[in-house]
T-cell receptor, first 112, second 116 residues
């Protein structure tokens, strides 16, 4: 119940295209859902986050869509650029523990 | 704002020696700091959670006598890998959350440990 399932494992997108990464969770006590971007050899950087009281949040080219009833959330990267090539992790927080539960990661490659 | 630093960024040591990694929150006071371990092409694995002035809480399977964590102040936590062995080689990352937004974690740049 503490797992966050993330797909796909890897993704190749053409420059200018839309990248979509999906995550699903089971624990309804989760109330905070961040996305992190990680470049090779670097720590994860907080990209965007959402709480369950809204269904969508947009920051620049990055959008989180949240479906509370389905217990799913996704990251959309519009107009994907080669500089977006990185590993993306979804995560969930909430409930009795003070921990972030991470998804397994998605390696995104944006081809020029 | 919300910058977390780690030192060193990489370290190479001989088997049997101990290595200390520092994690600092530069522009905020961290109520809680976390230590993660990441193997190549894998997700982050939480090792332990520490609060300032109290003992760290270790995740199941993490040896507390091997991975010593000290959280001496609201801006500094240290991880010491004692008697390091090649299997301890990994990417160690710390994170911190603040007093206002306790669910948001800000990550350091990571420390690459290689044990020969």
């Amino acid at each position: 119940q503490q797992q966050v399932k993330q797909s796909p494992q890897s993704l190749i997108v053409q420059k200018g295209g839309i990248s979509i990464i999906n995550c699903a969770y089971e624990n309804t006590a989760f109330d905070y859902f961040p996305w992190y971007q990680q470049f090779p050899g670097k720590g994860p950087a907080l990209l965007i986050a959402i709480r369950p009281d809204v269904s969508e949040k947009k920051e620049g080219r990055f959008t989180i869509s949240f479906n509370k009833s389905a217990k799913q959330f996704s990251l959309h990267i519009m107009d994907s650029q080669p500089g977006d090539s990185a590993t993306y992790f979804c995560a969930a927080y909430g409930g009795a523990t003070n921990k972030l539960i991470f998804g397994t990661g998605t390696l995104l490659a944006v081809q020029p | 704002g919300a910058v977390v630093s780690q030192h060193p960024s990489w370290v190479i040591c001989k088997s049997g020696t101990s290595v200390k990694i520092e994690c600092r929150s530069l522009d905020f006071q961290a109520t809680t700091m976390f230590w993660y371990r990441q193997f190549p092409k894998q997700s982050l694995m939480l090792m332990a959670t520490s609060n300032e002035g109290s003992k760290a809480t270790y995740e199941q399977g993490v040896e507390k006598d091997k991975f010593l964590i000290n959280h001496a102040s609201l801006t500094l936590s240290t991880l010491t890998v004692t008697s390091a062995h090649p299997e301890d080689s990994s990417f160690y990352i710390c994170s911190a959350n603040g007093r206002i937004s306790t669910d948001t974690q800000y990550f350091g740049p990571g420390t690459r440990l290689t044990v020969l």
